[in-house]
């Protein structure tokens, strides 16, 4: 398994602003061609891949929406609209959704009351996680594990503060170069250096 976490700074968890916060200074298309560069390949569906999407920008606690082709995950269509109707499908089903609660929303699609550094720190105990930094180990030097996890931000950089409390629990840093590239540009290097 494959697993891309993207923490979206400003991310919305109303449904009704996803669409209004895209081509804007919230950018939600970096979400959206993520999640399509990470289970899409020519003529075909990636079967082992999980993306988390922290939406962090909320009234009360963070939402993360869990997407999984293992699971059964099926999106519409190769573009944004496919992956907004997906999106906005998981918020419309969370209300009511309590603090550190899990729901399903259908085969592939969850929606979880807990943010990023609890995601994390769970994923932390059972599998390596490897966050994106420009002075992290180069990828050709890495020494991949199994089922390994990437972390990636939007276009906001991520909080030097977690970062440091999730060092102390073993996240690792890995570097794809000197220059800063789109977390969808992310994805497409680490899948290639995996399929390798």
Excluded at 27 to 48: C, L, T
Excluded at 84 to 110: C, P, V, W
Excluded at 114 to 138: I, T
Aim: proline share 2%; glycine share 8%.
């Amino acid at each position: 398994m494959r697993t891309f976490i993207i923490r979206a700074r400003k991310g919305t968890t109303r449904w009704e602003q996803i669409r209004g916060n895209i081509g804007t200074r919230e950018h939600f298309e970096v979400i959206a061609h993520s999640v399509i560069n990470a289970f899409f390949i020519s003529q075909g569906f990636r079967e082992d891949v999980e993306v988390y999407i922290v939406l962090d920008s909320s009234e009360n606690f963070p939402h993360t929406i869990k997407l999984s082709s293992a699971e059964g995950l099926s999106l519409s269509g190769f573009h944004e609209e496919a992956v907004l109707e997906l999106i906005e499908k998981a918020l419309k089903n969370s209300s009511g959704l309590q603090k550190d609660e899990t729901r399903k929303i259908s085969d592939g699609l969850h929606i979880n009351g807990f943010g990023f550094e609890k995601l994390v720190k769970g994923l932390l105990e059972s599998r390596p996680v490897y966050l994106l930094d420009r002075k992290g180990e180069n990828i050709q030097s890495v020494q991949f594990e199994e089922n390994p996890v990437f972390v990636l931000s939007d276009h906001l950089a991520m909080p030097k503060n977690s970062i440091k409390g999730l060092m102390r629990h073993g996240l690792k840093t890995m570097s794809l170069g000197r220059k800063m590239l789109f977390a969808s540009q992310c994805v497409v290097i680490i899948h290639y250096e995996l399929d390798k």
